[in-house]
Structure formats: C-alpha cells, structure tokens
C-alpha cells in the first residue's frame, strides 16, 4: 500500500510560481510511474503532468506544456511539480498518483494510489 502527500499548494498571483511536493511511503518508489492531475470546481478530473519510473520520460497536458516541469528524487521519494507563469485557469485541487510499472499514463483509472490533493489558486 503506496500513501502519497501533497504540499506547496497556495495563492499565488497570476505569472507567479509554486512547487508542489508529492512524498510516497509505505511502497518502492521506483516501482512506480507518477502523475499529477487536477479538479476544479464544477469540473472533471485532467491529467497535468506525468513522468516514468526511472524519470527519464515525461509527458504534459497541453495546457501546460512550457510552463509546468515534472521531475522526481528517488533519494526523497518524492515528485514534485514545478509551476510557472501560473494563470487564474490553473486555480484547482491538485493531486498527485502512482502507477504500478515503467511508463507513464495521462488515464487516471491506469493510476492505482492517490493523494488528497492541494489547493492552488492562481489570481488575476
């Protein structure tokens, strides 16, 4: 059984930046692909960012792609979610996932572990 915290979420104002942490215990961290997905209100659940379990494969949403960097620390076992040139569209519950296996996923049904998510609003 993987558990997975986030932190970093906030306010920030719109151009700003936030890292999001994500810390995994209780399984092999490089066991694992990990992603990162968000909700907001009124909204479905979308895919963000995702790298593989050996990090060297990532993978973004479009609607980030540039301005979001996944990267991950197997000494920490931890992966974390850097932000940049936030816009208020970005405003969501954050969540971060693991997937059992090598590569990685944009399906949040392909992923098997979840957080309880952190809030990030960005404002204009």
């Known amino acids: 059984q993987v558990q997975l915290e986030e932190s970093g979420g906030g306010l920030v104002q719109a151009g700003g930046s936030l890292r999001l942490s994500c810390a995994a215990s209780?399984?092999?961290?490089?066991?694992?692909?990990m992603g990162w997905f968000r909700q907001a209100p009124g909204k479905e659940r979308e895919f963000v960012a995702a790298?593989?379990?050996?990090?060297?494969?990532?993978y973004y949403a479009d609607s980030v792609k540039g301005r979001f960097t996944i990267s991950r620390d197997s000494t920490k076992n931890t992966v974390y979610l850097q932000m940049n040139s936030l816009k208020p569209e970005d405003t969501a519950v954050y969540y971060c996932?693991?997937?059992?296996?090598?590569?990685?996923?944009?399906?949040?049904?392909?992923?098997?572990?979840w957080g309880q998510g952190t809030q990030v609003t960005g404002s204009s």
């Open positions: 996932a693991a997937r059992y296996g090598s590569s990685w996923s944009s399906l949040s049904y392909e992923y098997n572990y």
């Open positions: 209780g399984g092999t961290f490089s066991s694992y692909a």
């Open positions: 790298i593989s379990r050996g990090g060297g494969s990532t």
